[in-house]
C-alpha cells in the first residue's frame, strides 16, 4: 500500500502483515505494531513473531512496515530525513523532517490502517532500531498515547548535541506521568561513543520514576550497533506486550500433548 506525505511530497509504501486468525475471525481486533525500516526489518520481524507466537508469549497482530515505494531507493538518505526530530548540521545528510514524519503518521497512516483493517485502537506499538529508535523516543515524548506501546533499540542518543536528554528534561518538569511500556536497549559491544550516550539516557529517565512507566532497561551483551536488532526486537515485543502474553501451553508445550 502506498501513502504520500502531503508535508514533504515523499511517497511512503506500508508492507502490512495480517496473522494467521486474520480472514476466519471476522470479529476479532488486534493489536498494531508499526516498525520503521520496514524495508530491511521485515523479514526479521516476520521470524522472530513466528517464534514468538509458537512460544506463546505475544498476542496475536498486525505488522506494518513504513517504508519507500520504488526501484533504486536510497533508503539512508529517506529515513535521515524521516526519522530525525531535528537538524544537525555537523552531520553529513539532510535530517530533520521527523515533526512531519510523526504528523503523517498520526493523521494518514494510523487512519488508514485502522479504517482498513480489524485494528484495534486502543492498543498501538511504535519501534525501531538506531534513527528508528531516536524517532520512537521522539514520538513517545511528543504524544505518549498515540501508540503507548515503544521500542527503541540502540537509538540515537547522541543526536542533536543531547536532544533527548533534553527533552526528556524538558517532559519531567512538566510531568511525573509517562505511561507507557518502553524497551531501551544498547549493544555492549557497539561503538562506545554511540553505546555511552544510550547508558546515560537509560539512567536519567530511570532516575525520574515517572508514575505508569513500565520501562525495560537493556543492554544486549557481545552486539554491535545491527547485531543488535534480532534480540532487541525479540525482547522488546516481549516486553511492550507482557501485559498481553497469552495463556496456555508453548506450541512445544502441545507437540508433548499438554493442553493447559
Not at 536510497?74 to 526519522?83: A, P
Not at 512531519?100 to 525501531?128: C, H, M, W
Not at 525495560?216 to 545491527?226: K, P, S
Request: glycine share 8%; aromatic share 14%.
Amino acid at each position: 500500500m502506498q501513502l504520500k506525505n502531503e508535508l514533504t511530497g515523499r511517497d511512503h509504501e506500508l508492507i502490512i502483515f495480517l496473522p494467521d486468525s486474520y480472514n476466519n475471525s471476522k470479529n476479532k481486533k488486534y493489536p498494531v505494531f508499526y516498525f520503521l525500516d520496514g524495508y530491511w526489518h521485515m523479514p526479521l520481524l516476520y521470524s522472530i513473531y513466528g517464534n514468538l507466537r509458537y512460544d506463546n508469549v505475544i498476542p496475536e497482530m498486525i505488522m506494518v512496515g513504513l517504508s519507500y515505494p520504488g526501484e533504486n531507493v536510497n533508503y539512508d538518505s529517506l529515513r535521515m530525513l524521516d526519522l530525525t526530530p531535528t537538524k544537525w548540521y555537523e552531520f553529513n545528510q539532510n535530517t530533520g523532517d521527523g515533526p512531519g514524519f510523526l504528523q503523517f503518521l498520526e493523521k494518514s497512516v494510523i487512519p488508514t490502517i485502522e479504517s482498513n483493517y480489524r485494528a484495534d485502537k486502543s492498543i498501538r506499538a511504535l519501534g525501531g532500531q538506531s534513527a528508528g529508535g531516536l524517532f520512537s523516543l521522539y514520538a513517545m515524548y511528543c504524544n505518549p498515547e498515540l501508540f503507548k506501546r515503544y521500542i527503541a533499540i540502540s537509538p540515537a542518543a547522541m543526536w542533536g548535541q543531547n536532544y533527548l536528554f533534553l527533552t526528556d528534561s524538558a517532559y519531567s518538569k512538566l510531568t511525573n506521568e509517562l505511561p507507557v511500556r518502553l524497551f531501551l536497549s544498547a549493544g555492549g559491544d557497539e561503538y562506545p561513543a554511540f553505546r555511552d550516550p544510550i547508558i546515560r539516557l537509560q539512567k536519567q529517565i530511570e532516575s525520574h520514576q515517572y508514575q505508569d512507566l513500565s520501562l525495560l532497561n537493556f543492554v544486549i551483551e557481545g552486539e554491535r550497533h545491527t547485531g543488535v536488532a534480532a534480540e532487541g526486537y525479540t525482547r522488546g515485543l516481549r516486553w511492550i506486550f507482557k501485559d498481553m502474553a497469552p495463556t496456555g501451553p508453548s506450541g512445544l508445550a502441545k507437540a508433548f500433548g499438554e493442553t493447559e
